[in-house]
């Protein structure tokens, strides 16, 4: 069917061959419908397509801005970059001390602003804040979150690191940290990795992270079960062990549950 919006002559159809294809129409249909989700308020529905473009054209305008908002906040990314007017040493357990910029700290961690605020962390420039249960390097992948709003590499970043940023946002409170986390451990989440995503959960009450695994261990049972790090993750993680044996006889239950109702349907 020739369409008066992807044919290639559609410039020159006029009443009544002013038809639309198909994917067209759909096209159009789901322009509006998503529009629709992303701003309620608007009956775009009413308007047609043409209010529908000017929307569009109107979101565009917001992600330029945004964008330049984002370019302008980069001057912190600079500071920390350059260590420009630091006033607090982070020192990891592992490695030397990281200069940073308490107003930072404290603007993007509720738990930093109230250790900042604790009498005994008023302290002259000089002083530092100890946290021990990062290394060297995750501290200075949290540091670049902090100032960046991103982590470095992104998903090219090394599992173990993503893990621990993971535990890191949960313990001083960054919740975009702990989303970003939580979209990469997924995303990456397999058989081989199922157990640690698990155990990770459980450390930080991930419900999401935990019933992904959970699901994922299930699915993939017989080559979780057999794998080298199975027997020492059930030593050091019983009660898990146990969760992942009742898990699976749950749905093996509800597996032979559905089938005899099958089977009873068929000869009923």
Known sequence: MDCCICGPMASVFRPPRNTICTSCYEGGRSMIALLNKLEVSKDINSKGIWHAWNYINEMKEQEEEIKERIDFLEGFSVAFGEKLHADIQLKAG???????????????????????????????????????????????????????????????????????????????????????????????????????????SETCSNKKLRESAMGSIVKHMEEVVFSPGYETFAVNNAHLSVEITRTLLRENRDRKLIGTSQYATNFS
């Open 94 to 200: 592992t490695g030397p001390s990281i200069p940073a910029h308490r107003v930072l700290l404290a603007a993007r961690s509720p738990i930093f602003k109230t250790m900042l605020e604790w009498d005994e962390c008023k302290a002259p420039s000089s002083d530092t804040i100890s946290l021990p249960e990062l290394t060297h390097e995750e501290l200075q992948c949290l540091l670049h979150f902090l100032y960046n709003g991103r982590l470095p590499g992104d998903e090219n970043m090394d599992q173990q690191i993503v893990y621990s940023m993971l535990v890191a946002a949960d313990k001083y409170d960054i919740p975009f940290l702990k989303k970003l986390c939580e979209k990469q451990i997924l995303r990456s989440l397999d058989a081989s990795n199922a157990l640690e995503v698990l155990e990770i």
